[in-house]
């Protein structure tokens, strides 16, 4: 019995952990490939700069940060900055469709894969949602509040905790909208996100010069640039997380790009640039240019030039704004069907979502119901609450995908081979390192031996005997998982404890100085490791600094968060577990029944492919039981160090699927 129970335990684990195998070719796709960088660059200013410019700014700047909503732009920006990175050398990596899904599917397992992709369904859903509310909103203020009494006077006020004050059927009619355009096409939708995006960084320009030269100083003076405090421009900045959200999305065009590899990094970093320019820009112009108290939340910008004087710029103001929330709604939607496609592809969402039509090669019935889902949301609930729920959820994203950067720059790999494909192997030696050992003609370069060390112990850090058994890379896994728990609990403390830091209490000192150690010995355990090389068109730099400040960054601006918001991310997170214990662990792909695979394999269904961690994975002959094929299988799924107890023999002409 308890044979059965241990055995059915590690079998359960194995499904929660097995990895996304990606065989063929890396640029085979059934999409149409028609976005270059100049496309998916607008493509991400546009989906950034919409109702968190025009609407967000006005509420964060009176409300919650004052002037210093331009440091909480600053600060939002670098955090999204820092995680755009990340984003981008993934896509390096891997050119297809799925974003951050596929990234943490690759590097982290099943399970942390859907989660990643279940935030990302609500982040795109109810982004588009906020947008679309915003847009009613902006046009409802542009007619003098004319719908919004009118409906109010139909069908009253509702008075429901997260629910709007009124329905809002402009909201619900420009979503519907979104959709039409994004099932028209691609290249259809990205042409109308090019205009609009255009038109609005033009109105954006002009806000900036015209509301620098009038500007009065003593809007930052008389009330204090920090009237708030800096907890105020802290949790301004993890509001305005909100503004900087869709660069993650050019990620998803992956399969629809011309050359993803050099272009989606290239697009992530330039969109990003261009829209935190402009946001710090335009905060800096508004709260210049009017006391933060006489800002109208409402509809910020027009009623700012207005109070100056320049009626007449309102309108100007209202076509960038409209422009603007166009194509942020447009991104949303685009890149929320294209999760639940790739979600669907691999088994864990419904089937019916993979399908694509066949003229546009759009999924389109993703498109409709995930599309409707976001109209019925942008109908009946507050923009305010949609903002907030909409930040833990991509936060929890950035952080994984930061996580897994460092995880994958820690995991052994050897990655040669000769022309009569022979292969080298990877043997354990004496303390459980890893040594290239060469087979037939194939001989590793100095760079491969490297590779094939990584996640091992630096030589200078021998002495650290009770680290030198373990797996390599996994010491660096744990310490990633150690260092975001550590952080957490130190930002929380620091946060929720501060009065009574500033009264000097002991125990709060203590645990400040223990969760900060326990923080720095996380950190410390992926340094003493080495790091992997590889020849990327882009890479993070200064891995594993960048993408851990990544994680702490994220991880702050989460604890600024406000206790309902989590209780509301709870609830979504049981509804995506019944889905996927309920039908994706069931359905993946990659529920063979066999062993997992300890690590994302590249290569064609009927060549041998490669593991990142360096194992052979060996299609198996139609009809021939090879020994040599069984034990290349078993060191993938073994789960252990990645072993060859005798040399390969070449592949045979003709090979089969891959049992």
């Known amino acids: 019995m308890r044979k059965q129970i241990s055995r059915w335990c590690s079998e359960f684990v194995g499904k929660l952990t097995r990895k996304k195998i990606l065989s063929g070719d890396m640029m085979d796709t059934q999409m149409k490939r028609c976005l270059g960088t100049w496309d998916l660059m607008l493509f991400g200013v546009g989906q950034m700069i919409g109702g968190g410019i025009y609407v967000l700014s006005g509420t964060v700047a009176k409300d919650i940060a004052g002037p210093s909503i331009v440091l909480s732009f600053l600060i939002a920006g670098f955090v999204a900055m820092l995680s755009s990175l990340c984003y981008a050398e993934f896509a390096a990596r891997i050119p297809k469709t799925g974003s951050a899904y596929l990234f943490g599917y690759i590097t982290m397992g099943e399970f942390v894969g859907f989660v990643i992709a279940w935030q990302m369904v609500l982040e795109n859903m109810i982004g588009a949602a906020a947008v679309a509310r915003a847009t009613g909103g902006y046009i409802d203020s542009l007619v003098g509040g004319a719908i919004r009494n009118s409906t109010i006077n139909t069908i009253g006020i509702i008075n429901v905790p997260l629910l709007g004050d009124y329905p809002d059927f402009i909201a619900f009619a420009v979503c519907i909208l979104a959709c039409v355009a994004v099932g028209v096409g691609v290249k259809h939708s990205a042409r109308l996100n090019n205009v609009f995006t255009l038109i609005n960084l033009l109105v954006i320009l002009f806000v900036i010069v015209f509301g620098f030269t009038l500007a009065d100083g003593k809007n930052w003076t008389d009330s204090g640039f920090m009237p708030f405090g800096f907890e105020g421009a802290l949790r301004g900045a993890a509001v305005c997380f909100f503004a900087f959200i869709g660069f993650d999305s050019i990620a998803t065009a992956g399969e629809e790009s011309i050359n993803p590899q050099k272009s989606i990094p290239i697009a992530t970093l330039g969109s990003m640039s261009i829209v935190t320019v402009s946001y710090v820009g335009v905060a800096a112009a508004l709260t210049l ?91 009946i609930m507050d923009l305010h609450i949609l903002v907030e729920f909409l930040s833990v959820g991509t936060l929890l994203a950035f952080t994984i995908v930061s996580a897994s950067t460092i995880i994958l720059h820690y995991q052994p790999k050897m990655d040669f081979m000769t022309d009569e494909k022979n292969y080298g192997s990877i043997t354990p030696s004496e303390g459980g390192t890893p040594t290239a050992t060469s087979v037939g003609d194939a001989t590793p370069t100095f760079p491969e031996q490297q590779a094939a060390m990584a996640g091992t112990l630096r030589s200078s850090f021998r002495w650290l005997k009770f680290l030198k058994d373990y797996k390599p890379g996994i010491v660096v896994v744990f310490g990633v998982v150690f260092m975001a ?48 090389y590889t020849n990327l068109s882009f890479q993070v730099p200064f891995v594993p600094f960048t993408p851990a400040l990544s994680i702490f960054c994220n991880v702050v601006l989460m604890t600024n968060l406000t206790s309902h918001t989590w209780l509301r991310f709870l609830i979504w997170m049981i509804i995506g577990l019944i889905v996927y214990f309920g039908y994706g662990i069931q359905h993946s792909k990659e529920n063979k029944g066999t062993a997992y695979n300890s690590m994302v394999v590249f290569g064609t269904d009927d060549q041998d492919a490669l593991t990142l961690d360096g194992s052979i994975h060996r299609p198996q002959v139609d009809g021939i039981d090879n020994p040599a094929h069984s034990s290349a299988v078993h060191t993938i799924s073994s789960g252990g160090p990645p072993t060859a107890t005798s040399p390969i023999q070449p592949r045979p002409a003709a090979a089969g699927p891959p049992k």
Request: charged share 10%.
């Open 289 to 379: 240019m009017v006391p933060y108290q006489g800002i109208n939340a409402e509809a910020a910008l027009p009623d700012a030039f207005e109070q100056r004087g320049l009626v007449w710029a309102k309108y100007i103001i209202a076509i960038g704004a409209l422009s603007g929330m166009t194509t942020s709604l447009v991104g949303s939607i685009f890149a929320l069907s294209r999760c639940c496609y790739a979600m669907a592809a691999d088994g864990l969402m419904f089937e019916w979502f993979s399908h694509l039509n066949t003229r546009t090669q759009v999924p389109l019935n993703a498109t409709i119901v995930f599309g409707l889902l976001s109209a019925l949301f942008a109908l």
């Open 485 to 532: 728990i550590f952080t957490g609990a130190f930002c929380s403390t620091l946060i929720h404890g501060m009065s009574y830091l500033r009264e000097g209490s002991w125990w709060m000192i203590l645990l400040c100085v223990s969760f900060g150690f326990g923080l720095v010995v996380s950190f410390g355990l992926i340094v003493i490791h080495r790091k992997t």
